[in-house]
């Protein structure tokens, strides 16, 4: 017979401990064994009991610890040994997680999947930043993509459709698509002066908010080290006005460069 005890696909948040839902911290307490992304960092999987296993089966800049068919088979083999399995991701699971295929072949075995959402990076980039994500009038949509592409394979979006004037954008891993990102929105029609936040290590003490223009985007990106995880915000509502857009809004710990 299968388990009974479902496999649990977590979201962990953008970093901050405090940023955990009361329930992700008691899965996590409560697992006998975690498999955690590489964005899961310490502050967060110090909430596991002592005698948990730690599995790390991170991804970061293309240097994989295992591919997602090795973490599929160590979920299901988990489960299948009677264990309280809890995989444990950034932000939330649903989101540019790869959960579908790690549900699907968990479910193969029958085994029950359940899942706990996690506040994903774009709403903690903005509540960062003072910022909102929507703006009555001037941001009806916001659209979340991801930039990410397989080696050798181009970005294939919809660029017209991400120029529309009234979307905000959250580009998740973003940083070394930057310059091709601005190119292409601002070829399909979206202002060159359209306001941009970049969040890098968004939640964490050493977090870097940048503020400046769609057609500075490159720039402003060029000296963010590949291992920072790193999101771009683009649109209107992220600021309406650059100006308005001073470090006095923001926390004192957070570092800002504004081009405008």
Not at 6 to 17: F, R
Not at 135 to 160: M, N, Q
């Amino acid at each position: 017979m299968p388990p009974s005890e479902p496999v649990w696909l977590v979201g962990a948040g953008p970093g901050d401990p405090e940023l955990l839902t009361r329930k992700a911290e008691r899965l996590i307490t409560e697992a006998d064994i975690i498999f955690h992304d590489a964005l899961v960092g310490p502050a967060i999987l110090d909430f596991a009991r002592p005698q948990t296993e730690l599995v790390s089966v991170g991804k970061r800049s293309g240097r994989h610890s295992k591919d997602q068919d090795d973490i599929n088979v160590l979920l299901a083999e988990a489960a299948l040994a009677g264990k309280k399995v809890v995989r444990l991701k950034g932000g939330d699971p649903s989101i540019f997680g790869r959960s579908t295929e790690e549900i699907e072949h968990i479910a193969a075995f029958g085994i029950p999947v359940r899942i706990c959402p996690g506040i994903t990076a774009a709403s903690a980039a903005a509540a960062s930043g003072i910022a909102s994500l929507t703006l009555r009038g001037l941001a009806r949509r916001l659209t979340f993509v991801t930039a990410h592409a397989r080696k050798g394979e181009t970005i294939d979006l919809d660029w017209t459709a991400l120029a529309a004037p009234d979307t905000t954008l959250a580009v998740y891993m973003g940083r070394a698509a930057a310059p091709t990102i601005a190119q292409r929105l601002i070829a399909a029609g979206r202002a060159a002066d359209t306001p941009v936040m970049i969040a890098v290590n968004v939640s964490l003490p050493d977090e870097r908010l940048i503020r400046g223009r769609l057609d500075a985007l490159a720039f402003l990106t060029a000296t963010i080290s590949d291992d920072d995880p790193t999101l771009l915000l683009i649109g209107e509502a992220v600021c309406k006005r650059l100006s308005s857009c001073s470090a006095g809004l923001l926390p004192p710990k957070k570092t800002l460069m504004q081009i405008s």
